[in-house]
C-alpha cells in the first residue's frame, strides 16, 4: 500500500514552462515534506522541503504548496528549464522516526 | 562540500553469493538510513541507525544485516543473493532532527 502517492507518472513540459507535480497522503502523523530530484544512476538530491504549520516555501525557481487539510502537497518548477529532466520524488516522515517514504516518482522531460 | 560516500560504486556477484556494502556519512551527521532503489521505482527503506544503534527497521529481509561502526560508518551485509536483490543500494545521513542526504549508491548486479 502505497502510503504517498503521486501523480502524475510522467510530464512534458516545454522550456520556460511551470512544471507541476502533485502527492497526497493518509499518515496525519506525517510532519515533514520533502522533493527530491534524481538524475538516472545518481542518488537522489534534496530539493526543497516543508513543514505543515506553513503553507508554501520558495526556493528559487521551486515552490512548495502545501494544503494541510485536505493532505496534499505539490511542487511548482518555475521557468523549467531542460536541465531541470530528471525524476522527481516526493517523500513524508514523522518526527523522530524520520525514515522517509517516497511517492512513485514523477519522470519530468523539458523540451528545449 | 561533504558528502555521503558509498563502496563500492557497483557489484556483481553470483546467486547465493555474499555482498557487503559500505557508507561513510556527512561527518557529524547521527543518523545513518539504507535505502534499496529497484529499476523505475522509488526508494524503499531498509534500516536505519542513530549513534551506532539500530533505530528504525522496515522491509529488510532477514538474509539481510547491517551495523554502524565507532566511526559512524555502515555497512549493510547481504548472504544468499537471489536475482531480485539486484538493484540500487543508497545509504542516506542526517544531523540531528534534519534532512537527509543520499550517496551516490551502490548498484548491485546478481546473475
Known amino acids: 500500500q502505497q502510503q504517498v502517492k503521486q501523480s502524475p507518472q510522467s510530464l512534458i513540459v516545454q522550456k520556460g514552462g511551470i512544471s507541476i507535480i502533485n502527492c497526497a497522503y493518509e499518515?496525519?502523523?506525517?510532519?515533514?515534506f520533502p522533493w527530491y530530484q534524481q538524475f538516472p544512476g545518481k542518488g537522489p538530491a534534496l530539493l526543497i522541503a516543508?513543514?505543515?504549520?506553513?503553507s508554501e516555501k520558495k526556493e528559487g525557481r521551486f515552490t512548495i504548496s502545501f494544503n494541510k487539510s485536505a493532505k496534499q502537497f505539490s511542487l511548482h518548477i518555475m521557468d523549467s528549464q531542460p536541465g531541470d529532466s530528471a525524476t522527481y520524488f516526493c517523500?513524508?516522515?514523522?518526527?523522530?522516526?524520520?525514515?522517509?517514504?517516497f511517492g512513485q516518482g514523477t519522470r519530468l522531460t523539458i523540451n528545449p | 562540500a561533504a558528502g555521503v560516500i558509498q563502496s563500492p560504486r557497483h557489484l556483481i556477484k553470483e546467486k547465493r553469493e555474499t555482498a557487503t556494502l559500505k557508507c561513510y556519512p556527512i561527518?557529524?551527521?547521527?543518523?545513518v538510513y539504507w535505502y534499496q532503489q529497484g529499476p523505475g521505482q522509488d526508494p524503499q527503506f531498509l534500516i536505519s541507525f542513530y549513534e551506532k544503534m539500530q533505530s528504525d527497521k522496515g522491509s529488510i529481509p532477514d538474509r539481510f544485516s547491517a551495523q554502524q561502526f565507532s566511526d559512524y560508518h555502515s555497512e549493510l551485509n547481504m548472504s544468499s543473493l537471489e536475482l531480485g536483490d539486484s538493484a540500487l543500494y543508497f545509504c542516506?545521513?542526517?544531523?540531528?532532527?534534519?534532512?537527509?542526504?543520499f550517496g551516490p549508491g551502490t548498484r548491485l548486479t546478481v546473475l
Open positions: 517523500a513524508a516522515s514523522m518526527m523522530g522516526a524520520q525514515k522517509l517514504v
Open positions: 499518515n496525519t502523523a506525517f510532519d515533514y
Open positions: 561527518p557529524r551527521h547521527d543518523t
Open positions: 542516506a545521513s542526517s544531523p540531528p532532527l534534519g534532512p537527509q542526504f
Open positions: 516543508i513543514r505543515p504549520d506553513v
